[in-house]
């Protein structure tokens, strides 16, 4: 058995209503599913006794998707402050864009936080790639990616 491909990526989110404002509204990503979950099933796959969730399923069209998922059952524990990037547990999800540097000061003029101005990639197998990294509603990264032309 071989993995053939990635279905989605998932985040857990305090707000899908929030978080939607951000990736369907101001990223432009389309709204593919949303519903709610609870069950048997789902306690059993999450391992979480009386789980319930809304599931909201964003795409572009491609095969790929991003999960946000809202737990509406069990309550969220606090983590204890944010992660950085090199704490293990740490992620980002990585967004291609075709033009970084107007998504970046149209979503900066929208008040979206940046660690910095976009950057090329300078060496190795991206190089000449464009990249920079913003925060979510949730304060996880988001990598915006400009491939060259």
Do not use: K
């Not at 519903?35 to 059993?44: K, W």
């Not at 309550?75 to 944010?82: D, F, L, N, V, Y």
């Not at 293990?88 to 979503?107: F, K, M, N, P, W």
Request: aromatic content about 6%.
């Amino acid at each position: 058995m071989s993995v053939v491909g990635v279905h989605h990526t998932s985040r857990s989110v305090a707000d899908v209503d929030r978080s939607l404002a951000f990736y369907r509204d101001l990223l432009g990503l389309e709204v593919l599913l949303d519903t709610e979950m609870a069950g048997e099933m789902l306690e059993r796959e999450v391992a979480l006794e009386g789980a319930r969730l809304r599931l909201v399923e964003l795409g572009t069209g491609g095969e790929t998707m991003l999960e946000l998922l809202q737990y509406h059952e069990p309550e969220s524990r606090e983590t204890g402050g944010e992660l950085r990037q090199c704490d293990v547990g740490a992620h980002h999800v990585a967004l291609t864009v075709d033009d970084i540097q107007s998504e970046y000061e149209r979503l900066r003029e929208a008040g979206v936080e940046f660690t910095c101005p976009p950057q090329e990639v300078d060496a190795g197998y991206f190089a000449g790639h464009r990249t920079v990294y913003c925060f979510d509603p949730d304060r996880m990264i988001v990598e915006l990616w400009q491939v060259p032309r």
